[in-house]
């Protein structure tokens, strides 16, 4: 790296508030994050900085970690598909159990398994101020769902969890779903692609029962047939008054059940896409794209991925 172009990127990052670096590596390969983690102990201003797909490992991870220590207004921070594996996980979890500014960490596609996840579920015990966790495609399991569920017994301050494609299971499911008979701080948990069926969805159910935080819940891509379907409906008719939105589709459970769902959803709530695959393409046709479909392209696209507002 130059040193104009060192001294460009440091100016960038002591002076502004949102600054996005993705894929930076790729473009400057070498002391790149050197010079990004000395910047961001020194900024008083920086509060957004997006870091993903940048390859750093758990060395880099450490680097920023680092970095961190020192800072004191960084608000939300993204690396995503970073490789840090658990190590890495680790460091940012010293970082996290101290930090009183992160309202938001995206951690998806880091590899960082169910020990990973473990050290970054006992930081947040008793952090209260990081309302939004992404924990996507990161192999955590059933143990690294018992892990979390043990977190949401005691944190009052999250809001906002994304584990999807976690292979957490029906065992996994039911620990995070038994939390949430106690927790109504959160309100969006979003658990597609995580192999639950009928066993799963009847902890869903019961716990849909108890909850009264929970405004959405995503569960598509997942096994629930007729029985789970039923259960879970039959929760949203008779228990739940709070949830707005619940995403099913591509589950294998039968197109009337479907349509229920959406109907007693709609009598519970003011704005609910409760479907099965063909009813989704029925609203969207009707309505337009749903948020959850805006949010998986921008996702799948670095050059248009920007950190919530």
Same mark, same amino acid.
């Given at each position: 790296?130059?040193?104009?172009?060192?001294?460009?990127?440091?100016?960038?990052?002591?002076?502004?508030?949102?600054?996005?670096?993705?894929?930076?590596?790729?473009?400057?390969?070498?002391?790149?994050?050197?010079?990004?983690?000395?910047?961001?102990?020194?900024?008083?201003?920086?509060?957004?900085?997006?870091?993903?797909?940048?390859?750093?490992?758990?060395?880099?991870?450490?680097?920023?970690?680092?970095? $961190?220590?020192?800072?004191?207004?960084?608000?939300?921070?993204?690396?995503?598909?970073?490789?840090?594996? @658990?190590?890495?996980?680790?460091?940012? *979890?010293?970082?996290? !159990?101290?930090?009183?500014?992160?309202?938001?960490?995206? $951690?998806?596609?880091?590899? #960082?398994?169910?020990?990973?996840?473990?050290?970054?579920?006992? *930081?947040?015990?008793?952090?209260?101020?990081?309302?939004?966790? +992404?924990?996507?495609?990161?192999?955590?399991?059933?143990?690294?769902?018992?892990?979390?569920?043990?977190?949401?017994?005691?944190?009052?301050?999250?809001?906002?969890?994304?584990?999807?494609?976690?292979? #957490?299971?029906? +065992?996994?499911?039911?620990?995070?779903?038994?939390?949430?008979?106690?927790?109504?701080?959160?309100?969006?948990?979003?658990?597609?692609?995580?192999?639950?069926?009928?066993?799963?969805?009847?902890?869903?159910?019961?716990?849909?029962?108890?909850?009264?935080?929970?405004?959405?819940?995503?569960?598509?891509?997942?096994? #629930?047939?007729?029985?789970?379907?039923?259960?879970?409906?039959? @929760?949203?008719?008779?228990?739940?008054?709070?949830?707005?939105?619940?995403?099913?589709?591509?589950?294998?459970?039968?197109? +009337?059940?479907?349509? !229920?769902?959406?109907?007693?959803?709609?009598?519970?709530?003011? @704005?609910? +896409?409760?479907?099965? !695959?063909?009813? *989704?393409?029925? !609203?969207?046709?009707?309505?337009?794209?749903?948020?959850?479909?805006?949010? @998986?392209? #921008?996702?799948?696209?670095?050059?248009?991925?920007?950190?919530?507002?």
């Amino acid at each position: 790296m130059s040193l104009a172009r060192q001294r460009e990127m440091e100016q960038r990052i002591l002076t502004e508030r949102e600054v996005n670096l993705a894929a930076i590596l790729f473009v400057e390969p070498t002391g790149v994050l050197d010079v990004v983690a000395s910047a961001v102990g020194r900024t008083t201003t920086l509060q957004v900085l997006n870091l993903a797909y940048n390859r750093m490992d758990n060395d880099g991870a450490e680097t920023i970690a680092e970095a $961190l220590r020192r800072n004191a207004t960084l608000r939300k921070l993204c690396i995503h598909s970073n490789a840090i594996g @658990s190590r890495g996980a680790e460091s940012l *979890a010293q970082v996290l !159990k101290n930090n009183h500014t992160l309202i938001e960490v995206r $951690l998806s596609d880091n590899a #960082i398994g169910a020990s990973g996840v473990e050290t970054i579920a006992a *930081a947040l015990q008793n952090n209260t101020t990081l309302q939004r966790l +992404d924990l996507e495609r990161n192999g955590i399991g059933v143990r690294g769902a018992e892990k979390l569920a043990t977190m949401l017994m005691h944190n009052t301050a999250l809001r906002t969890l994304f584990l999807s494609k976690n292979k #957490i299971g029906n +065992d996994g499911v039911a620990k995070i779903a038994i939390a949430l008979h106690l927790n109504n701080a959160m309100q969006t948990l979003i658990l597609d692609d995580n192999e639950i069926d009928d066993n799963g969805a009847r902890a869903i159910a019961v716990m849909l029962t108890h909850n009264t935080g929970l405004i959405e819940l995503d569960l598509c891509h997942n096994k #629930i047939g007729r029985v789970g379907a039923e259960l879970i409906a039959e @929760s949203l008719r008779y228990d739940n008054r709070t949830m707005h939105k619940m995403f099913v589709h591509d589950n294998p459970f039968p197109m +009337d059940l479907g349509d !229920k769902m959406w109907r007693l959803g709609r009598i519970n709530a003011e @704005s609910v +896409d409760c479907t099965q !695959k063909e009813v *989704a393409r029925k !609203k969207r046709a009707e309505f337009g794209p749903t948020l959850n479909q805006i949010y @998986s392209f #921008i996702r799948s696209r670095p050059y248009l991925y920007q950190l919530s507002e």
